[in-house]
């Protein structure tokens, strides 16, 4: 059928319903990368409107049309009454050259009806040119030619041939052997094979599944091969997958914390708890409500959340993430933000504390062995107060910049160790030290009775303490 270059791009689509009614074709809904909502009306084309038989018989309206050499006019095929009324199709001849030209195996060319013959690394038709081996028996294929192994792209698929042998560069290839009457296909024994891993299919979580080479579809709950998603959801009814074994807790509904992006995912939706503070869960659902998997097939289950508090395309006004409450009609968080939290929506940790209070987190303390007060927000991770001492909980000396110590004691810190007759520039102006109060400095006299002379200069003000031990 032909249709009017404006309709073209918009046409194409999977998984529509159609149907007919009054000669014309009503295509409604479907999907071609996003989900699609309109209604297209499809009617064939006029045979009449051609007026000889040339133009008749290449018309393509979306029906097929007949030229009447009776009455000397161009019809429908289906009403027409008699085949002699119109010119049948001619028969056209089979290019079998061009056809044997087509295939590239010595097999594939000897076993078909064309007449073709192998040339060594080509097939023709009848017969090679000059001074070419000719083959025209498939037993006479060479072995390699007669194999299928480099068809098979998988190590559970290249195993099932006995001759077929997968190997560490993930290709499958034809094994033989020599024989008195040149090579053959040799049979194979698990010793010299490489193992294969536990197919996608036997994959059931995530996790598992992206440890191998394989594909995870959370909103099917399937594993499968990394090249066949074509192939399994032809309309793309995988809506959220996955390679990466990091990228598996999003995927689930439950992992998700917040409204607002437990609904950009779209089978989940949002179950309020009721208490206004914006606690809630996110499950599998619907407009309809909440989901469960039973047997391969979704089922609604309003038990798991009341309707009056299902969240499917919009959230609650309140998202306080369970640290405070709204003013009444409003979306604004009454502050101060309890259980150590603050923000607009209550949403991360005080200063000095770390954790993920979302959707009912808690913050800790932060914990630095006493040489920082502040952390990172959410891992915790300690800025140190003093230069020279790193690691998580400041625990640890730089040792890798000459830093010596143990932060770790009561009282301890870290040094740097000064040498005779240097002079040291040390630069704490830079972003990453800006939390930086202190630097520590030692030296030991090479000789117990010779006075130890320094100079210090700053560019900016400070405290300087001198402590002196023998």
Same mark, same amino acid.
């Given at each position: 059928?032909? *249709? ?6 918009? $046409? ?7 149907? =007919? ?17 309109? /209604?297209? @009306? ?13 133009? &008749?018989?290449?018309?393509?309206? +979306? ?5 009447? *050499? ?12 008699? =085949? ?32 073709? %013959?192998?040339? +060594?690394?080509? &097939? ?6 000059? @001074? ?38 993930? @290709? ?9 009457? #040149?090579?053959?296909?040799? /049979? !194979? ?8 891993? /536990? ?23 399937? &594993? $499968? ?25 999003? !995927? ?16 989940? #939706? ?12 996110? !499950? ?12 391969? =097939? ?5 038990? /798991? ?9 919009? &959230? ?63 891992? +915790? ?6 230069? +020279?001492?790193? #690691? ?27 040498? $005779? ?24 006299? %090479? ?24």
């Amino acid at each position: 059928m032909n *249709f009017p270059s404006i309709h073209n791009q918009n $046409i194409a689509r999977f998984g529509h319903t159609a149907v =007919v009614y009054n000669g014309s074709m009503y295509v409604f809904g479907g999907f071609n990368g996003q989900m699609l909502s309109d /209604i297209q @009306k499809l009617t064939p084309g006029s045979c009449e409107k051609n007026a000889n038989s040339g133009a &008749c018989e290449k018309a393509a309206p +979306g029906i097929k049309c007949v030229w009447n *050499f009776e009455k000397k006019i161009c019809q429908p095929f289906s009403v027409t009454s008699k =085949v002699a009324s119109y010119h049948t199709c001619s028969k056209r001849g089979a290019n079998v050259t061009s056809l044997c030209g087509r295939l590239t195996s010595c097999p594939s060319c000897l076993e078909n009806t064309y007449g073709c %013959v192998w040339c +060594g690394s080509s &097939c023709s038709h009848g017969r090679c040119g000059n @001074k070419i081996k000719e083959t025209s028996m498939l037993e006479r294929c060479e072995v390699a030619e007669s194999s299928n192994c480099d068809k098979l792209h998988n190590c559970h698929a290249c195993h099932t041939e006995y001759h077929c042998g997968w190997q560490t560069d993930e @290709k499958c290839y034809t094994f033989v052997r020599e024989s008195s009457n #040149g090579t053959e296909k040799a /049979i !194979l024994t698990d010793d010299y094979r490489v193992k294969c891993e /536990i197919p996608c299919s036997s994959r059931y979580t995530c996790e598992n599944c992206t440890q191998g080479p394989c594909m995870w579809c959370s909103s099917q709950q399937m &594993c $499968i091969e990394s090249n066949a998603y074509a192939a399994v959801f032809p309309v793309a009814q995988c809506m959220e997958w996955t390679t990466q074994m990091t990228k598996c807790r999003g !995927l689930n509904c439950r992992d998700i914390q917040t409204c607002d992006q437990c609904q950009k995912n779209p089978r989940c #939706g949002w179950c309020d708890d009721g208490s206004g503070t914006g606690l809630g869960v996110c !499950l599998e659902g619907s407009a309809a409500g909440p989901v469960v998997l039973n047997t391969a =097939v979704y089922s609604l289950n309003n038990t /798991i959340c009341p309707a009056s508090q299902w969240y499917f395309t919009s &959230c609650p006004a309140c998202q306080c993430n369970g640290h405070s409450t709204c003013v009444d009609g409003t979306d604004k968080c009454i502050m101060p933000c309890q259980h150590l939290t603050e923000g607009t929506h209550c949403q991360q940790c005080m200063a000095g504390y770390h954790g993920d209070p979302v959707n009912g987190g808690n913050c800790t303390p932060c914990f630095c062995n006493n040489h920082g007060d502040l952390c990172h927000r959410e891992t +915790g991770r300690c800025y140190c107060t003093t230069k +020279g001492i790193n #690691g998580p909980h400041c625990n640890r000396c730089d040792e890798s910049n000459h830093y010596v110590g143990n932060p770790e004691e009561e009282n301890g810190s870290c040094f740097y160790n000064l040498s $005779i007759d240097f002079q040291y520039t040390f630069n704490m102006s830079k972003p990453e030290d800006r939390y930086y109060t202190n630097i520590n400095f030692m030296n030991i006299p %090479v000789k117990p009775d010779v006075d130890v002379d320094f100079t210090i200069s700053c560019s900016d003000s400070a405290l300087v303490n001198i402590s002196v031990a023998s």
